[in-house]
């Protein structure tokens, strides 16, 4: 992914990043448009890296598709008397050039106001945040490499209310620069850390990195989407203070990625040919999701997840969908291990009392043992 990457078609990684950018986004503003109280009238996107708007074929970049999806929503903005904002920077002067023309017949649109700015992204971000107060707000902060979204940046972003983002990360850069001195700058995760895994897992170490850094005291979910291009790993961070925007995010991811909701290639290396017979059906089953049924067996098994409540936003933060721990559940009832009765994990039993978990047996684990399942 190029600084001149515009001049040329948008490559694969690039198409995946952005066809998850355009899936969320259709999930997250129904979250505040179709409510019938509304919770913010102010909806804001902020594109702090937009590039010109197109790719050279004329294929949409984040900022049209920013624009198409708002569209779809027109009827709902107008009625609803919502003031939606499309916020978009970027440094390059002929790419912003392009963009201010490429975008010039939206901006008298009476659904979406759209804000321009020709700003290095620090300037854009210290301007803008102000604006994130009262709002509901989804950032998009498609860097290039890794040197935007800093420490205090990501801190930041995750304390400001009702604000969701994604932002993008080269991560094997962590791989091939940690000997650069000048890069140690930019890298707090120590030598062994990144190490400790194959490449293909680097994303995942850059995210528990940022894991570190978020906010304790509330729940605060991250989420991670790893991206293959050659042989080099990136991948999105995602980042929501509320369970209904990391679950909206993990609908969207397991709709790219529908063996482990996380990545466009095989990142456990899996090797797992859907519809094909195995001699252990147990191998048909992706590593991770193993790896959750055996974690959660184990929570429950010991007391640490007591209730429906606890097994929904574990579940969440440990990137499975609530669906997911419903097929465990299921499974333990079946065995005879927790008892038969209703046991709903989901977001609407969420607004109900916590229903308790009652166990039959304590020992739930099945066969899975294998200590190096649990890692994620
Ligand atoms: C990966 S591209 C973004 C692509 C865009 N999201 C799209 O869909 O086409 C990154 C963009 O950030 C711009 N950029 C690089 N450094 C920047 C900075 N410090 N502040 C703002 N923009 C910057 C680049 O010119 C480039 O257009």
Known sequence: MNRNFHAAPFDDATKVKLRLYRLYLREWLPVFLARKTPFRQVVNIFDFFSGPGRDSTGEPGSPLIAVQEVFKHRGLILSGGFKVRLYLNELD???????SETLSSEKSNSHLEIVFSNRDFQEAFELWHPLMDEAANLLFLDQQGIKQVT???FRRVA???????LFFIASSFFLRFWDHESFRNYIKIPREEIHKVKPSGIHRVVVDYYRSLAPEKTPYYLAQFSIKKGSNFYGLVFGSGHSLGIEKFLITAWNLDKERGEANFDIDDDRITPGQGHLFPEMARPKKTRGFEADLRSRIGSGDLA????????????????????????????EGKVSRRRFPVSREAMKREPVTVSLLRTDVSSGESDERLNSH
């Open 159 to 165: 304390t400001t209310p009702v604000t969701d983002f």
């Open 307 to 334: 209730t429906n409540h606890q097994i929904f936003r574990h579940t969440l933060s440990k990137g499975f969908l609530p669906r997911h721990a419903r097929e465990i559940i299921a499974k333990l009832m079946r």
């Open 93 to 99: 002067k002929a790419k912003f050039q392009q963009l």
């Open 151 to 153: 420490d205090s940046v």
